[in-house]
C-alpha cells in the first residue's frame, strides 16, 4: 500500500533560495548594507520579518559579507555581538550603531564615547528626534503615533536641532569629534539640509566622509547634491522607499541621481522594516539588478556595494590591489 509523504518533509520544503535565479547573488558578493534594521524594531508587536540570525544567515547566501544594524529606538551593539555569535564561525560581519534620538540622550559626545567602547562602529543623527523631521511629522513619527498615544507632544518637546545659521551647536560638534577620534562612520540620519551639510564639513575637515542619509529628501534636482560630494560626502541611496507606499520616489530617481553623482560618490542599502517588503538580502539584491537593467555595470555596482561600505568602515576592501 502507497503510503503519502509527510507534507512537512524537510526534502520537500524549499528555501528562499530555492525560488531564485541562480546566480541571484552575482552582485553582492563582498557587500556591506550600511543600514538594516533588525527585528523587532519599533516595537516587538510589530513583527516585520523573521528572526535577526536567521536574515543574517540569508544574507550570507547571497555572498553579503557584513550588516550595519540600526535601530530608531535603542543601541544595537548588544544585539549585534549575539547576533554574530550565533552565526558561529563565518566570515559574516555584524556591526552595531546607535542612533542619537533623545530617547538615548541626544547628540552627546559622551553618548557617543560609551556607544564606541561598546563596539558601536556607526553613529546615525537624529531620525525622528530631529527638528526636521518632527517639522514635517517624518514616516517614522507616523508609525510611533500610531503605537504610542504621548508620543507626538514628547516629541516636539524633545526635538533636536544640531546646527543653527550653518554652524554646529558645540554639543553636535564634540559628539561629531568624539565618533571620528574613534573611527566610528558618522551618518546625517534625518536631519535638514543646513545641518547635514554642516555635518558633512566638519567630517571633511576631520579627514573622514559622512554618510549623507537620504538624500532625495532634500531636493527633486539630484544635481543640487553635488554640493555633498564636494565635501567628500558619500549619498546613500536605500530600497526601503522605493518600496514604500507612501513615498513618491521611483528606481529611475535613485538611477538618475547616481548618474549625475557617480558611483564613487554613492552606497546602497537596503533599510527596509515593514511587512510589505522582502527580507533585507532580497530587497538589496532586487534594487541592485534594477539598477543593473537601467545600465549601471558590475563594476559601479561593485563600487556602491563593496568598495565605499568598506572605505566608509575603514575596512580594507576585498579582492584590492
Not at 552627546?108 to 537624529?126: K, L, Q, R, S, Y
Not at 558645540?170 to 536631519?191: C, F, K, N, Q, Y
Not at 522594516?273 to 555595470?297: A, I, K
Request: with cysteine.
Amino acid at each position: 500500500m502507497e503510503t503519502e509523504t509527510p507534507v512537512d518533509d524537510p526534502a520537500l520544503t524549499p528555501s528562499f533560495e530555492d525560488a531564485l535565479p541562480p546566480d541571484f547573488g552575482r552582485f553582492l558578493e563582498g557587500a556591506i548594507d550600511l543600514h538594516v534594521h533588525g527585528q523587532p524594531d519599533l516595537a516587538e508587536r510589530a513583527q516585520n520579518r523573521g528572526d535577526d540570525a536567521a536574515v543574517a544567515r540569508l544574507a550570507r547566501a547571497y555572498g553579503i559579507r557584513g550588516w550595519v544594524l540600526k535601530s530608531h529606538l535603542w543601541p544595537t551593539m548588544d544585539r549585534a555581538r549575539s547576533v554574530q555569535q550565533s552565526l558561529g564561525d563565518t566570515d559574516f560581519r555584524v556591526i552595531g550603531s546607535i542612533t542619537l534620538n533623545p530617547q538615548v540622550g541626544g547628540v552627546d559626545p559622551t553618548i557617543v564615547e560609551w556607544a564606541a567602547d561598546h563596539g558601536a562602529g556607526v553613529v546615525f543623527m537624529p531620525t525622528w528626534g530631529a527638528r526636521a523631521d518632527v517639522d514635517r511629522w517624518g514616516y517614522i513619527s507616523m508609525l510611533l503615533e500610531r503605537q504610542t498615544p504621548n508620543f507626538r507632544d514628547w516629541a516636539e518637546s524633545h526635538a533636536i536641532t544640531v546646527a543653527r545659521d550653518g554652524e554646529l551647536t558645540p554639543a553636535a560638534e564634540d559628539a561629531v569629534r568624539a565618533a571620528i577620534s574613534r573611527d566610528m562612520l558618522v551618518a546625517t540620519g534625518h536631519l535638514g539640509l543646513e545641518e547635514s551639510l554642516a555635518v558633512a564639513r566638519l567630517c571633511q575637515q576631520l579627514g573622514r566622509p559622512a554618510m549623507i542619509t537620504h538624500p532625495l529628501h532634500f531636493t527633486d534636482d539630484p544635481g543640487e547634491l553635488r554640493v555633498f560630494t564636494d565635501l567628500g560626502g558619500i549619498l546613500e541611496f536605500s530600497s526601503a522607499p522605493l518600496i514604500n507606499p507612501e513615498s513618491h520616489h521611483r528606481v529611475r530617481d535613485v538611477a538618475e541621481a547616481i548618474r549625475l553623482l557617480g558611483p564613487e560618490h554613492v552606497v546602497l542599502s537596503s533599510d527596509v522594516f515593514s511587512r510589505w517588503v522582502p527580507p533585507e538580502p532580497e530587497s538589496l539584491r532586487s534594487f541592485t539588478e534594477q539598477l543593473h537593467y537601467l545600465g549601471f555595470t558590475a563594476d559601479e555596482l561593485r563600487t556602491m556595494l563593496v568598495v565605499n561600505p568598506h572605505r566608509l568602515l575603514g575596512l580594507p576592501v576585498p579582492g584590492a590591489a
